[in-house]
């Protein structure tokens, strides 16, 4: 599949090849939105679990898998899974992280009933998936909180440093506001990202800080964390802080216009 350019507007408005989310054939119970950067040598691992946790556990799922302009051979080994009926990969230009979740969040919210994000490190095991879908009647929201996290200082200070953007601009404080484990209501979400730009680098944070602001039914549920065994982090050093403080103002200017609607649609 050629790369397909980016709307700058709006993430919603993306038409892919194989997903019609304006007029999808079916509701899912669940989209898995996954984004992919040179993974070659776990993500047809990381597939593999994941497919076979959410057949195990009987749901209705579709799993959206973004190619995020990869370098390496995770085009080709993503290939191998392009034919599955409940899977869909996505080959796009590199456009970072968290445009590739944005993406991914505006086909999944018109797909399922639940949209569950994770990245394709092998850093958190589908093992622990249940433990969220099995309370998800009774919240809004269900966030994996990372234990066990080994980070050197330099992460440890931009994760301190993005808890407490988040408690300053919208009011409360989370665990861990960014975390790539977080289950989430369609509609919810839905309301959320047509209000962040599709070039945002860390939505994650942002919708934490929304759901925490509108006091949603949130659930923070342990899920332990492993160190990366392939592969290298792709943010390092003098990266790394000018990606956070771009974060910073990002979330700064989103403020206002989430602040305007705390308590979006979506709860059931």
């Not at 304006?22 to 996954?34: E, F, G, K, S």
């Not at 898998?65 to 899974?81: C, M, P, T």
């Not at 996505?90 to 639940?114: E, F, Q, R, V």
Request: hydrophobic share 40%; with cysteine.
């Amino acid at each position: 599949m050629e790369p397909m350019p980016l709307d700058h507007e709006s993430p919603t408005a993306i038409p892919l090849e194989g997903i019609d989310a304006t007029h999808p054939a079916h509701r899912y119970q669940l989209a898995l939105v996954m984004p992919v950067y040179n993974e070659e040598a776990c993500i047809a691992q990381v597939v593999t679990d994941w497919r076979a946790e959410l057949d195990g556990l009987g749901i209705d799922y579709l799993m959206i898998l973004l190619n995020d302009g990869s370098k390496d051979q995770s085009a080709e080994v993503l290939a191998r899974f392009a034919e599955e009926p409940r899977i869909r990969v996505i080959g796009k230009a590199n456009s970072g992280h968290g445009p590739t979740i944005l993406m991914g969040y505006g086909l999944a919210i018109d797909l399922a009933d639940w949209v569950f994000q994770t990245d394709s490190d092998n850093e958190m095991s589908p093992a622990h998936f249940a433990q969220l879908w099995q309370r998800r009647d009774a919240f809004d929201v269900l966030f994996g909180i990372r234990q066990q996290r080994l980070q050197g200082p330099d992460r440890r200070l931009i994760s301190m440093a993005s808890r407490w953007t988040v408690r300053l601009l919208f009011g409360k404080g989370l665990a861990d506001v960014n975390t790539p484990y977080r289950l989430m209501r369609a509609p919810l979400l839905a309301e959320i990202v047509a209000q962040i730009p599709s070039d945002t680098f860390a939505p994650n944070v942002i919708i934490s800080g929304t759901l925490a602001a509108a006091d949603r039914r949130i659930c923070n549920v342990a899920v332990p964390h492993e160190n990366r065994k392939t592969g290298r982090a792709s943010l390092a050093n003098l990266r790394l802080w000018k990606a956070a403080c771009k974060s910073f103002i990002q979330t700064l200017r989103c403020r206002p216009k989430l602040a305007a609607d705390r308590r979006p649609d979506g709860r059931s």
